[in-house]
């Protein structure tokens, strides 16, 4: 094993100085001479006509300098997602609480406040759908009355049914007839909230050549970029997107959020605005997650062999399919060898706050319903719900839900790590469970870009579009250093906006490293190449002679003969090739899923139902950590976030109206330090063919398993299996108590009907 | 958000002749840690702030075995965690203090603040009431005293009139064979407001067995802190038995008239009292029997319902 110089260090990250001292500058740290300030009209009606918007008295208002509503924009409707649905705010109809529906710019907050509240609006009440159960029936009241106008409704199913997502395999009904045994359950997932803590910002000016530039709180300002084009419509060549210091996306922030709100004021108003939402708004305005109802059905052979799964999910979308199409339908099969199956998952629209992305939409959900479903098959045939997993899990060359093989992986590798680390299987004490998890995700691909290039001084500066995400940069920057021998803190990463940097794509879907790390090693390559080129002709040896190493180009057999990066990149200034630029582009990566094994150990209150979480260990695939620290980190933060959706968050929503009750961080429960045991973190290493020096995918699957491993946890200590997230004391004594959960067995085939005619 | 003027009083007497002069449109603050939340969520929108905090005679606390506890308005959250007096004489206060919020706002939040914002789930005041605080309140016309049990009016509303400040604490000393205990229950374990919570203090006759005093205070169950006077009767002056325990727990549920909420449902907190009324009357009984819990042992039963 040749000695690394960045590569698997856990190296501090590149910008920690500027955080940790609270000097990194984020959107709402922007200020512009004669910048005013933006605050927003919203909806109090879950669904209604306008039938008068008259902002003449906030206009008058001394200090308000322009006031928008839904009619000064173009009469478009874009989408986040298969569906073009929406209007960027409202224009004669207000479909969920919250939306938009005016944008005040003025001198001051309080004096923007004052305006909104100077808005006469006056609404007629439209028929409300909240419940997706509901709603999806055929006599359902409509969300959308010209939902057949809408661009891509092709991809749905009628009414409220805005997608559906299939998958097929074998003859499902023959298998389940020849099956030992059938097991059928419902499982629930509650609507959830992303929890980044800096609520979303930024700043609009339209600079004195006519483009408008904005600073952004975003993972994907390319996507920003484009959306805004759109709704503006304008051309994309006039926007500039810079990507400030994003502290937490998780997925929300992903795509156009409210940065047309102060774009369209500036243009109306001439000044820079800004927006900074409240805590309420990152609550009630845009992109959380919904409920999703899951129903499936395992066929098994006594052995503990899977022969047949069906599953059938409904998930609320809420007033626009914000995030798109559920991502969880192929993970209803989970990591196992299911030859047949028949999988559905319909997507339905609510007069409720439309979906967001977070942290591998929709795959959580079926994470906690598919993992806690197979501890309820294992315990129904008898078997160890460990061997049972083991007995049934992927391998190498299966073929996967979207038909592509899958290659080397570390998946029993986990399983294994975890058990030996636990002792597993293990008898816990009176009221003490432990119960396991696994979970799988795809590494996140898409278009990637980088440019390197090597300094006259022999530093390096990296050049990439993607916004720094968990130290993704760090990571970045140590590949870059890697592949040319230099240390890192000879790589620069500069701050970057979407003028400057090549195309890419969003941060998120766990991307980062794999895909766009790909391209920056690639790059760097490129960079090296041209090295190494300029240093045979100079040295007079072949390249293949030459080496590149601790900041020089070097002949190998020994000779003192060397060039360093500097000596080079000067030189190259002369050359014929001229400087030394390293370029990649690519649009996809190969195939290469990750898979974790997770297991939670709990105390059960029997009186009060309370859930303590004792112990959590994780083992995951990472193929190979480019920062352990980074990694480790990772992991831990997303098996907290799952830690929070399994025992204590939840967005709850008035069932008659679809508003949120709880849209503050009082109320909304997300776990503390104290909340938490020590994460037990194992790094596996088994590489990939194609990432980066190996290495895979690393943020998404640490969210998934806990939910699962907790219910699995309950129920090996007081016997009770608990559907319905999340697991508050009240629910799980209810259970104890042997009450039936509200929501009970839902039969979502006989809901759908045969009159349905996507069944 | 809405518009207000600032007024800062640094005397009792200029404090009272503002809150005279701007009546219900003044609203007083000292630590503002309620204040500055219902301020920007627009639910609270006075004309006049009248600001108390600076005010040094109200800070005091003063401890002996004769008088028992004085506390200042002004005493911080922070203060009834860490003061060792409390700690000692009146532990189930201090580890009620100890639950509440973060450090940086039990550095900031004032006991009188927490009593007058009469929440139903402050988390100093089922505490306060187990050790039968008495406030005192001054005015226009002099000084006049309320049991801190018949302070409460309602959600948010208290017997203080217009020009009428809470200037004072008194808590009587705590009698010999004293145990007192508080438990939260709340999902979080820090940073969090109380599902319910329920405070116990009893004291024994010198013979161990029999029941001289008891008081248990209930937060979260009702529009108010309340006493829970039922279970409480149950006990007084007879020999506690386990049996006796458990009725007390079930008639301190009759006692909560609790409402459902997003911590909750009516139902579960109601369930609740008497499992945590039972548990604090239990762990009480053993410390009145000398069997002292260590504090770090309290402030975890006060943060987290979970053992």
């Given at each position: 094993m040749p000695e690394h110089i960045a590569l698997g260090k856990s190296l501090p990250r590149v910008d920690a100085m500027e955080k940790i001292t609270g000097k990194a500058t984020y959107a709402s740290d922007v200020y512009l001479p004669g910048m005013l300030m933006c605050k927003l009209l919203t909806s109090t009606e879950s669904h209604a006509r306008i039938v008068r918007l008259d902002t003449t008295r906030a206009e008058a208002l001394p200090g308000v300098r322009a006031v928008i509503t839904g009619n000064d924009y173009p009469d478009i409707r874009f989408g986040s997602g298969a569906l073009r649905d929406r209007r960027i705010m409202a224009t004669d109809e207000v479909f969920y609480i919250g939306e938009a529906v005016a944008a005040v710019a003025a001198d001051d907050e309080i004096t923007a406040q004052e305006a909104v509240e100077l808005i006469d609006v006056e609404y007629q009440p439209l028929p409300v759908v909240v419940d997706p159960l509901q709603a999806i029936r055929d006599d359902a009241v409509p969300v959308h009355e010209d939902l057949e106008s809408f661009e891509g409704y092709g991809f749905a199913g009628g009414g409220n049914n805005c997608t559906l997502l299939d998958a097929d395999r074998g003859d499902v009904v023959q298998a389940f007839q020849d099956a030992d045994q059938t097991i059928e359950e419902t499982y629930q997932s509650q609507p959830i909230n992303q929890g980044f803590l800096e609520p979303m910002a930024c700043v609009a000016n339209v600079e004195p050549n006519g483009r408008l530039t904005v600073w952004a709180s975003t993972q994907g300002p390319y996507q920003v970029r484009a959306q805004l084009a759109s709704v503006l419509d304008i051309?994309?060549?006039?926007i500039k997107v810079i990507a400030m210091e994003l502290g937490g996306g998780f997925g929300a922030k992903l795509r156009l959020a409210f940065e047309a709100f102060p774009a369209m004021l500036a243009m109306k108003s001439g000044r820079p605005v800004k927006l900074i939402n409240t805590r309420e708004e990152a609550f009630t305005l845009n992109g959380p997650r919904l409920e999703t109802n899951i129903r499936l059905k395992t066929g098994v052979m006594n052995d503990g062999r899977i022969v047949a799964r069906e599953a059938y999910s409904i998930f609320d979308v809420g007033a626009y399919l914000g995030a798109g199409p559920n991502a969880g339908v192929g993970h209803a099969l989970g990591p196992y060898k299911i030859p047949n199956f028949k999988l559905r998952s319909y997507g339905v629209y609510t007069n409720k706050i439309y979906v967001g992305s977070y942290r591998a939409s929709g795959v959580a959900d079926m994470t906690f319903a598919v993992e806690s479903h197979m501890d309820s098959v294992a315990h129904q045939l008898g078997i160890d719900p460990l061997d049972f997993r083991s007995m049934n899990a992927v391998e190498e060359g299966d073929i996967s839900v979207s038909g592509a093989r899958l290659p080397r992986n570390g998946l029993r590798e986990t399983l294994q790590a975890v058990k030996d680390r636990l002792g597993l299987p293990k008898k816990m004490g009176e009221a003490r469970g432990l119960g396991i998890a696994m979970g799988e995700w795809r590494s996140g691909s898409g278009p990637s870009t980088a440019a390197i290039s090597v300094n006259e001084d022999g530093t390096i500066s990296m050049l990439t579009g993607s916004v720094d995400i968990s130290g993704s940069d760090t990571s970045m920057a140590q590949i870059a250093a890697e592949t040319l021998g230099v240390t890192l803190d000879q790589v620069v990463v500069p701050k970057r906006d979407t003028d400057m940097a090549p195309f890419t794509g969003p941060?998120?879907?766990?991307?980062i490293v794999y895909s766009q790390g790909k391209a920056v090693q690639m790059a760097a390559e490129d960079a090296r190449n041209k090295l190494m080129a300029l240093a045979s002709d100079r040295l007079g040896v072949p390249p293949d002679a030459l080496a590149c190493e601790n900041g020089k180009v070097y002949v190998q057999d020994n000779t003192p003969q060397e060039l360093t990066l500097a000596q080079l990149a000067r030189m190259s200034l002369t050359s014929p090739q001229g400087p030394i630029v390293g370029n990649a582009s690519l649009s996809s990566m190969p195939f290469a899923p990750v898979y974790n094994t997770q297991a939670a150990e709990v105390l059960v209150d029997r009186e009060t139902g309370r859930v303590t979480l004792t112990r959590f260990v994780q083992a995951q695939d990472?193929?190979?950590?480019?920062n352990p620290m980074s990694v480790v980190g990772q992991l831990e933060g997303g098996a907290v976030q799952g830690i929070g959706r399994a025992l204590s968050e939840e967005l709850q929503i008035d069932s008659e109206t679809g508003r949120v009750l709880n849209p503050s961080l009082a109320t909304y429960l997300m776990p503390l330090a104290v909340d938490m045991p020590e994460i037990e973190t194992i790094l596996i290493n088994v590489p990939t063919d194609d990432g980066p020096f190996g290495a895979r995918a690393v943020a998404e699957p640490p969210g998934f398993g806990p939910p699962a491993a907790i219910a699995n946890a309950i129920y090996d200590a007081v016997g009770v299996r608990i559907k319905e997230l999340p697991f508050t004391a009240e629910r799980v004594l209810a259970a104890i108590k042997g009450q039936q959960p509200k929501a009970g067995f839902i039969d979502i085939e006989a809901l759908l009907s045969g009159e349905n005619p996507l069944v | 958000m809405a518009r207000f003027e600032y007024l800062e009083a640094r005397t009792l007497r200029q404090a009272i002749s503002l809150l005279q002069r701007h009546g219900d449109e003044a609203r007083i603050v000292a630590g503002s840690t309620d204040f500055l939340v219902r301020w920007r969520q627009g639910v609270w929108q006075p004309k006049y702030v009248v600001n108390i905090g600076r005010i040094a005679s109200l800070r005091r606390i003063s401890y002996s075995r004769r008088l028992g506890l004085r506390l200042g308005a002004l005493v911080s959250v922070r203060d009834l965690e860490t003061h060792p007096q409390i700690q000692s004489n009146y532990s189930a206060l201090s580890a009620a203090a100890a639950s509440f919020a973060g450090v940086q706002v039990r550095n900031l939040a004032t006991v009188g603040g927490n009593v007058c914002n009469a929440s139903p789930a402050g988390d100093t005041l089922p505490a306060l009431l187990a050790f039968d605080a008495q406030c005192k309140i001054a005015g226009p016309e002099g000084d006049r005293w309320v049991a801190l049990s018949e302070f409460f009016t309602g959600p948010g509303r208290t017997v203080l009139q217009t020009g009428e400040i809470l200037t004072e604490l008194r808590l009587p000393p705590p009698l010999p064979n004293t145990g007192s205990l508080y438990i939260k229950h709340s999902p979080r374990g820090a940073m969090d407001i109380a599902t319910l919570g329920v405070a116990s203090v009893i004291s024994l006759e010198g013979s161990g067995r029999v029941c001289r005093n008891l008081r248990i205070g209930l937060g979260a169950v009702a529009p108010t802190p309340i006493r829970a006077s039922s279970a409480e009767s149950l006990l007084w002056g007879r020999e506690v038995t386990p049996e006796l325990i458990t009725s007390a727990a079930q008639a301190a549920k009759a006692d909560a008239k609790p409402i459902g909420d997003v911590r909750g449902s009516a139902e579960h907190r109601q369930d609740m009292v008497a499992v945590l009324t039972q548990r604090t009357l239990d762990r009480a009984l053993d410390m009145a029997r000398g069997n002292p819990m260590a504090f770090e042992m309290q402030r975890q039963f006060a943060i987290q319902a979970a053992f």
């Amino acid at each position: 094993m040749p000695e690394h110089i960045a590569l698997g260090k856990s190296l501090p990250r590149v910008d920690a100085m500027e955080k940790i001292t609270g000097k990194a500058t984020y959107a709402s740290d922007v200020y512009l001479p004669g910048m005013l300030m933006c605050k927003l009209l919203t909806s109090t009606e879950s669904h209604a006509r306008i039938v008068r918007l008259d902002t003449t008295r906030a206009e008058a208002l001394p200090g308000v300098r322009a006031v928008i509503t839904g009619n000064d924009y173009p009469d478009i409707r874009f989408g986040s997602g298969a569906l073009r649905d929406r209007r960027i705010m409202a224009t004669d109809e207000v479909f969920y609480i919250g939306e938009a529906v005016a944008a005040v710019a003025a001198d001051d907050e309080i004096t923007a406040q004052e305006a909104v509240e100077l808005i006469d609006v006056e609404y007629q009440p439209l028929p409300v759908v909240v419940d997706p159960l509901q709603a999806i029936r055929d006599d359902a009241v409509p969300v959308h009355e010209d939902l057949e106008s809408f661009e891509g409704y092709g991809f749905a199913g009628g009414g409220n049914n805005c997608t559906l997502l299939d998958a097929d395999r074998g003859d499902v009904v023959q298998a389940f007839q020849d099956a030992d045994q059938t097991i059928e359950e419902t499982y629930q997932s509650q609507p959830i909230n992303q929890g980044f803590l800096e609520p979303m910002a930024c700043v609009a000016n339209v600079e004195p050549n006519g483009r408008l530039t904005v600073w952004a709180s975003t993972q994907g300002p390319y996507q920003v970029r484009a959306q805004l084009a759109s709704v503006l419509d304008i051309p994309l060549s006039r926007i500039k997107v810079i990507a400030m210091e994003l502290g937490g996306g998780f997925g929300a922030k992903l795509r156009l959020a409210f940065e047309a709100f102060p774009a369209m004021l500036a243009m109306k108003s001439g000044r820079p605005v800004k927006l900074i939402n409240t805590r309420e708004e990152a609550f009630t305005l845009n992109g959380p997650r919904l409920e999703t109802n899951i129903r499936l059905k395992t066929g098994v052979m006594n052995d503990g062999r899977i022969v047949a799964r069906e599953a059938y999910s409904i998930f609320d979308v809420g007033a626009y399919l914000g995030a798109g199409p559920n991502a969880g339908v192929g993970h209803a099969l989970g990591p196992y060898k299911i030859p047949n199956f028949k999988l559905r998952s319909y997507g339905v629209y609510t007069n409720k706050i439309y979906v967001g992305s977070y942290r591998a939409s929709g795959v959580a959900d079926m994470t906690f319903a598919v993992e806690s479903h197979m501890d309820s098959v294992a315990h129904q045939l008898g078997i160890d719900p460990l061997d049972f997993r083991s007995m049934n899990a992927v391998e190498e060359g299966d073929i996967s839900v979207s038909g592509a093989r899958l290659p080397r992986n570390g998946l029993r590798e986990t399983l294994q790590a975890v058990k030996d680390r636990l002792g597993l299987p293990k008898k816990m004490g009176e009221a003490r469970g432990l119960g396991i998890a696994m979970g799988e995700w795809r590494s996140g691909s898409g278009p990637s870009t980088a440019a390197i290039s090597v300094n006259e001084d022999g530093t390096i500066s990296m050049l990439t579009g993607s916004v720094d995400i968990s130290g993704s940069d760090t990571s970045m920057a140590q590949i870059a250093a890697e592949t040319l021998g230099v240390t890192l803190d000879q790589v620069v990463v500069p701050k970057r906006d979407t003028d400057m940097a090549p195309f890419t794509g969003p941060s998120g879907g766990s991307r980062i490293v794999y895909s766009q790390g790909k391209a920056v090693q690639m790059a760097a390559e490129d960079a090296r190449n041209k090295l190494m080129a300029l240093a045979s002709d100079r040295l007079g040896v072949p390249p293949d002679a030459l080496a590149c190493e601790n900041g020089k180009v070097y002949v190998q057999d020994n000779t003192p003969q060397e060039l360093t990066l500097a000596q080079l990149a000067r030189m190259s200034l002369t050359s014929p090739q001229g400087p030394i630029v390293g370029n990649a582009s690519l649009s996809s990566m190969p195939f290469a899923p990750v898979y974790n094994t997770q297991a939670a150990e709990v105390l059960v209150d029997r009186e009060t139902g309370r859930v303590t979480l004792t112990r959590f260990v994780q083992a995951q695939d990472v193929g190979v950590a480019i920062n352990p620290m980074s990694v480790v980190g990772q992991l831990e933060g997303g098996a907290v976030q799952g830690i929070g959706r399994a025992l204590s968050e939840e967005l709850q929503i008035d069932s008659e109206t679809g508003r949120v009750l709880n849209p503050s961080l009082a109320t909304y429960l997300m776990p503390l330090a104290v909340d938490m045991p020590e994460i037990e973190t194992i790094l596996i290493n088994v590489p990939t063919d194609d990432g980066p020096f190996g290495a895979r995918a690393v943020a998404e699957p640490p969210g998934f398993g806990p939910p699962a491993a907790i219910a699995n946890a309950i129920y090996d200590a007081v016997g009770v299996r608990i559907k319905e997230l999340p697991f508050t004391a009240e629910r799980v004594l209810a259970a104890i108590k042997g009450q039936q959960p509200k929501a009970g067995f839902i039969d979502i085939e006989a809901l759908l009907s045969g009159e349905n005619p996507l069944v | 958000m809405a518009r207000f003027e600032y007024l800062e009083a640094r005397t009792l007497r200029q404090a009272i002749s503002l809150l005279q002069r701007h009546g219900d449109e003044a609203r007083i603050v000292a630590g503002s840690t309620d204040f500055l939340v219902r301020w920007r969520q627009g639910v609270w929108q006075p004309k006049y702030v009248v600001n108390i905090g600076r005010i040094a005679s109200l800070r005091r606390i003063s401890y002996s075995r004769r008088l028992g506890l004085r506390l200042g308005a002004l005493v911080s959250v922070r203060d009834l965690e860490t003061h060792p007096q409390i700690q000692s004489n009146y532990s189930a206060l201090s580890a009620a203090a100890a639950s509440f919020a973060g450090v940086q706002v039990r550095n900031l939040a004032t006991v009188g603040g927490n009593v007058c914002n009469a929440s139903p789930a402050g988390d100093t005041l089922p505490a306060l009431l187990a050790f039968d605080a008495q406030c005192k309140i001054a005015g226009p016309e002099g000084d006049r005293w309320v049991a801190l049990s018949e302070f409460f009016t309602g959600p948010g509303r208290t017997v203080l009139q217009t020009g009428e400040i809470l200037t004072e604490l008194r808590l009587p000393p705590p009698l010999p064979n004293t145990g007192s205990l508080y438990i939260k229950h709340s999902p979080r374990g820090a940073m969090d407001i109380a599902t319910l919570g329920v405070a116990s203090v009893i004291s024994l006759e010198g013979s161990g067995r029999v029941c001289r005093n008891l008081r248990i205070g209930l937060g979260a169950v009702a529009p108010t802190p309340i006493r829970a006077s039922s279970a409480e009767s149950l006990l007084w002056g007879r020999e506690v038995t386990p049996e006796l325990i458990t009725s007390a727990a079930q008639a301190a549920k009759a006692d909560a008239k609790p409402i459902g909420d997003v911590r909750g449902s009516a139902e579960h907190r109601q369930d609740m009292v008497a499992v945590l009324t039972q548990r604090t009357l239990d762990r009480a009984l053993d410390m009145a029997r000398g069997n002292p819990m260590a504090f770090e042992m309290q402030r975890q039963f006060a943060i987290q319902a979970a053992f």
